[in-house]
């Protein structure tokens, strides 16, 4: 057994990119603080979930935001899942997470490949892909406790998504997002233990703060382990969720019931 110590950061986000970034930085060296071996910041954290932010808060790669999160790997030895900023290339913005590894290396980024076009009549109405490109790949990286996917918000309400980071090896999700008073309270937690029983792997779920201007988040970060069980959850105000799991009982679980070796995918 080999247990991981993992941070969700749940921070407010603001107006000012480079306050969003020195928060970020000082909620990831206090994370470190807490033994935290893998960090993971929400979506969207140096920006404000906005279209009309998007690509004026944007960056290219290497950049102001990326240079912090690799800088704080390397200083503090510890595997940083990016959340996601807005990404700058061939004219094109993409809702991006970069993943880092213990001595700053960049080893992962994902682009948010289903992109949030929602009208809930009378309640909340947005369309990503006014601004935003989607991505066109699943992200799987690899670390001492086994393989870990990378989704963005919207893309856990793709079952098949989830299913296919097990099929290739994952034993835990990251997802950092942005759900609102909405989709939250109805479907998030729901959806968590859901991906997390269906797949038998650790889902993480990790949200900004809750800020009453602008778009509203639900926050509730939250860590659930592979039997579905929510094993820690935050409320709607900034925090650090610390979860410390042995990504190993995936084995045991999948052993037990062994759900994906029972799959008759030729029937479906």
Known sequence: MQNVKIAL??????????????????????AAGKGAEIAALPEMFNCPYNNDCFRSYGESFPG??????????????MYIVGGSIPELEGGNVYNTSYIFDRKGKLIGKHRKVHLFDIDVKGKITFKESDVLTPGDSMTVFDTEWGKIGVMICYDIRFPEFTRK???????????PAA???????????????ARALDNQVYMFGISSARNEKGYIAYGNSIATNSWGEVIGRLDEKEG??????????????RESLPLLKHRRPELY
Request: proline share 1%; net charge negative; no cysteine.
């Open 165 to 175: 980071m097990a099929l290739a090896g994952a034993k835990a999700v990251f997802v």
């Open 179 to 193: 759900f609102n008073m909405t989709t939250g309270p109805a479907h998030w937690e729901l959806t968590f233990r």
């Open 64 to 77: 102001e935001t990326t240079g912090m999160l690799s800088e704080q790997a390397r200083k503090h030895g």
């Open 240 to 253: 650090i969720l610390m979860v410390d799991v042995d990504l190993d009982d995936v084995n045991e679980i």
């Open 9 to 30: 950061i749940q921070m407010k986000v603001g107006l000012d990119k480079k306050e969003n970034i020195e928060r970020a930085r000082m909620l990831l060296e206090e």
